[in-house]
């Protein structure tokens, strides 16, 4: 597939954001239909946008727009590896990329040999791991209005252990900008090891997270899977029966929070037994994309 289209964004602060667009040459013609939507994904923890290029090529094929941005502290985004120097940050970052998503999106051709006019494109997010927890948590706290929300394999519950759960009371207090390992060990991404060994050769992706990075991921899961009760956002929640990297059990309490407040129809959940954390990378991940298509074609 083409290559992403990468454009420097400034934040609020002066960061450098990297943010990428899929080429959408095919809606430049009179014949051409207009995007259903635009997609924007949100990546996870440690790695970058660019790894999301064969999801984006389904959803441009299912008709779709898409955009990504590597979070503060990823790929090609300034900051220091895994650091966080604000505990609001990445929302932040994510309402600014919304908002200059929304304006692009006026832009785009809205019907065919009609010219473009001001009618706004609904907008899709869709985060995974950590991408799929600041999701989640940007749309409890209702920071900019969406249209539709993919959380996959969301990062509600870390699975903390003890000491961990420790280091968690001390060193943001103490040390908040200290970055240390994140644990995550790289063959439990995917049970193919041709995807593992390109995440291990990637230079891009990084190990490194820091206390305060690590304090917004144990408190964003319980307070976001607390707002599933008032959730009125359309969303498919698609996670790994099998995850070694988050708990699972995080997103099934999200879903049946969801379900015993009469958000059931709102909240699609979908569980992969026996698949593990990169849903889109495991070696038949045809369910999992027949699962987003179905739930896309549903709504948009």
Not at 180 to 196: A, C, F, Q
Request: charged share 20%.
């Amino acid at each position: 597939m083409d290559k992403p289209t990468l454009a420097p964004f400034t934040a609020r602060d002066g960061e450098n954001l990297a943010l990428y667009e899929w080429p959408m040459d095919a809606w430049q013609s009179d014949e051409a239909l207009p995007p259903r939507a635009v997609v924007l994904i949100v990546h996870g923890l440690g790695e970058h946008a660019s790894r999301y290029g064969h999801v984006a090529q389904k959803l441009l094929d299912w008709g779709f727009a898409v955009r990504a941005y590597d979070q503060r502290g990823h790929g090609e985004s300034g900051g220091a590896r895994g650091g966080l120097s604000g505990e609001s940050l990445l929302l932040e970052d994510l309402a600014e990329v919304v908002d200059d998503t929304r304006q692009r999106a006026l832009r785009l051709p809205r019907a065919a040999g009609k010219g473009n006019d001001d009618r706004p494109l609904p907008l899709i997010l869709l985060g995974h791991s950590l991408g799929g927890l600041v999701v989640g948590r940007f749309v409890s706290l209702k920071v900019r209005p969406v249209d539709g929300v993919v959380l996959s394999s969301p990062a509600f519950d870390p699975g903390l252990n003890v000491i961990q759960k420790f280091l968690l009371a001390t060193l943001p207090v103490i040390a908040p900008n200290l970055r240390i390992n994140n644990g995550l060990k790289p063959e439990y991404i995917s049970h193919d090891t041709r995807v593992v060994k390109k995440y291990l050769a990637d230079p891009l992706v990084h190990a490194r997270i820091s206390a305060r990075l690590a304090k917004f991921i144990a408190t964003a899961g319980p307070a976001t899977i607390a707002a599933a009760s008032t959730w009125r956002t359309p969303t498919l929640l698609m996670y790994a029966g099998a995850d070694k990297l988050v708990n699972p059990a995080g997103s099934l309490a999200f879903a049946d929070a969801a379900a015993s407040n009469g958000a059931a129809g709102v909240v699609t959940a979908r569980c992969f037994d026996d698949m593990y954390h990169e849903l889109f990378n495991e070696l038949d991940a045809a369910p999992v994309f027949a699962t987003l298509k179905a739930w896309l074609d549903a709504r948009f």
